[in-house]
């Protein structure tokens, strides 16, 4: 069992940002990135929270991520814009997108933000919860470097290419869904690797194609999809909208989010905001059929763990592998 300290959700971000800060990243960059690297962390994905910051300082400092990247925007349509993250951090450019998105969707009735040359965007829950906040139903896919094969083959092309929903409901939190086309995320990959535990079997498997519990193995071989070849046929349906139309690099093109070598991904992001027609009568009845569900024997509704780990977390902080608060303290301090 890894020893982790307890430290508040201000206290993670301002940790995070310092950290950034030291490596000469703008200050707003720098907040961008320590809100949605605590806000993984408070609902449970520690593959998208601190465990990253070690990765994202290297490359920062190698250059494969540009820590002053400049974001340009343009309207590809009366309700379209493309943004390019300019090879940067892919926080910023999404926060830049989602604030227009969320106004032109209010507007006119819905909203499509593409992001090019882009990083890893950690959770996407974080983002189209975001548009759900403000009374619209949201869908956004991402693409990433190469880890699932196509069903049948062993050679790795479509990424993990997760996809997130988000709606809005009456009084309570939004329903948000988020999900990795692996059957888990490769960040809780990457996790184990770093806390040096092994990994279920029927996570991933070797280069040969055999099942593998060996984080590194897993990590050099393919991730397994979830519903088999539906699963493929789904990443690339994300590889699609997340790439091909946003102009990014597609995946097999895509470079490692976990290392410094090589040069910056530019992986892509796709989001659809959707006003629903009367925001009144859509929350009613979508409270109607979840009430359906959660009232059925057995059933749990999809994100209510990650409701209950948010709200822990605002209340109690988070917990946090104390390797990792070491490591980010030290790199807050260079000089120390």
Not at 111 to 123: D, L, P
């Amino acid at each position: 069992m890894l020893e982790t300290e307890t430290i508040s959700l201000a206290e993670a971000e301002a940790l995070i940002t310092r950290v950034l800060g030291a490596q000469r990243v703008p200050e707003a960059t720098a907040a961008s990135v320590a809100r949605a690297l605590v806000a993984a962390e408070a609902e449970g994905q520690s593959g998208h929270g601190f465990s990253r910051l070690e990765d994202y300082v290297a490359q920062v400092r190698s250059g494969k991520i540009r820590a002053a990247a400049e974001i340009t925007s343009r309207k590809t349509s009366q309700t379209g814009l493309r943004t390019d993250a300019g090879f940067g951090f892919a926080y910023p450019a999404l926060d830049r997108a989602i604030d227009w998105g969320a106004r032109v969707a209010r507007s006119y009735g819905t909203a499509t933000m593409s992001v090019m040359n882009s990083h890893h965007c950690g959770a996407l829950s974080v983002q189209v919860e975001k548009l759900a906040a403000r009374g619209l139903i949201a869908i956004m896919v991402a693409n990433a470097p190469p880890a699932i094969a196509p069903w049948g083959a062993r050679t790795p092309i479509f990424g993990t290419n997760p996809i997130a929903f988000a709606a809005p409901r009456g009084d309570g939190p939004p329903l948000v869904i988020d999900l990795s086309l692996s059957k888990v995320a490769r960040g809780k990959v990457m996790h184990a690797r770093k806390s040096g535990r092994p990994i279920p079997e029927g996570w991933a498997l070797d280069a040969e194609g055999a099942p593998i519990t060996d984080p590194e193995a897993a990590l050099a071989g393919s991730m397994l999809p979830i519903g088999e070849a539906k699963g493929t046929a789904l990443a690339l349906m994300v590889e699609i909208l997340a790439a091909t139309l946003t102009g990014a690099n597609q995946s097999p093109e895509v470079s490692s989010f976990f290392d410094a070598e090589g040069p910056p991904p530019g992986a892509g992001q796709f989001l659809l905001a959707i006003r629903p027609d009367n925001d009144t009568a859509f929350a009613a009845r979508l409270d109607r059929l979840l009430s359906t569900i959660d009232a059925l024997e057995g059933s749990r509704l999809p994100g209510s763990r990650r409701i209950a780990a948010l709200a822990r977390a605002r209340d109690h902080g988070i917990d946090v592998p104390r390797s990792y608060l070491a490591l980010a303290r030290t790199l807050a301090n260079p000089h120390d």
